[in-house]
């Protein structure tokens, strides 16, 4: 199985709401990433866990919180948001060092509409 | 300057044309490099990593200089379906899990 899950696929939300986006993966991978992708813009770092510890937070705002609860799950929560938050979410796994640096594979996305 | 720079396109080329897109980046402490794919309104995919020496995938060939500081992607015999966004993808020496993703380069194979 080399498959990343996302869900919802889909997401429209107003300024005020909380949300909640998911990422499971079943590959044993040790490391999980987010990622903000705009239109015609490649994907951006916005945090890496490893060992379900967060290790790199690329200045994210703080009304994104990501959390990993366990090895095979990643979520990110959504508060009070803004419309240039409007953006596809990816999530994205790899296994740590060696030949699989680089390696990442990422899920279909969350399309996230912010109004 | 951008990290990691490439030409946006798009390359409209017919089928079974050879297509090369280069990428050049910044840092010379730069230690891994890798061509990914992205088709419109999915996700990115890895195509291939990039080793010194070259390396070949079927139609696909990847180079690096270390040297100048760029990698290729040559692509031969273009298909339809190799119509994509190809992300060309660096890893910094000491940020083991970090890709810095350069702009893209758009692919266009028409009939």
């Known amino acids: 199985d080399t498959e990343v899950t996302q869900t919802p696929k889909h997401l429209v939300m107003g300024m005020t709401n909380k949300k909640s986006l998911k990422c499971e993966q079943h590959m044993g991978h040790r490391a999980m990433y987010w990622y903000k992708q705009k239109a015609k813009k490649p994907p951006e770092l916005m945090f890496v866990?490893?060992?379900?510890?967060?290790?790199i937070n690329e200045s994210v705002p703080s009304r994104f919180s990501p959390e990993c609860p366990n090895s095979s799950l990643l979520n990110l929560h959504l508060h009070a948001l803004q419309p240039e938050d409007s953006a596809l979410y990816l999530c994205a796994s790899s296994h740590l060092g060696g030949d699989s640096l680089g390696t990442q594979y990422f899920g279909p996305g969350t399309r996230l509409t912010v109004l | 300057r951008k990290e990691v720079e490439q030409d946006p396109g798009p390359f409209n080329v017919p089928e079974g044309a050879t297509v090369a897109f280069n990428c050049t980046y910044s840092?010379?402490?730069?230690?891994?490099f890798f061509w990914y794919r992205q088709d419109c309104r999915k996700e990115p995919k890895l195509l291939m990593s990039?080793?010194?020496s070259g390396n070949e995938d079927g139609r696909f060939t990847a180079q690096l200089n270390r040297a100048s500081q760029y990698i290729s992607l040559l692509i031969r015999d273009s298909k339809l379906s190799d119509s994509a966004t190809y992300l060309c993808v660096v890893i910094l020496t000491g940020t083991a899990s970090k890709l810095t993703f350069g702009t893209g380069t758009r692919l266009q194979v028409t009939l």
């Open positions: 990039v080793y010194s």
């Open positions: 840092n010379s402490a730069s230690q891994s």
């Open positions: 866990y490893s060992y379900e510890k967060l290790s």
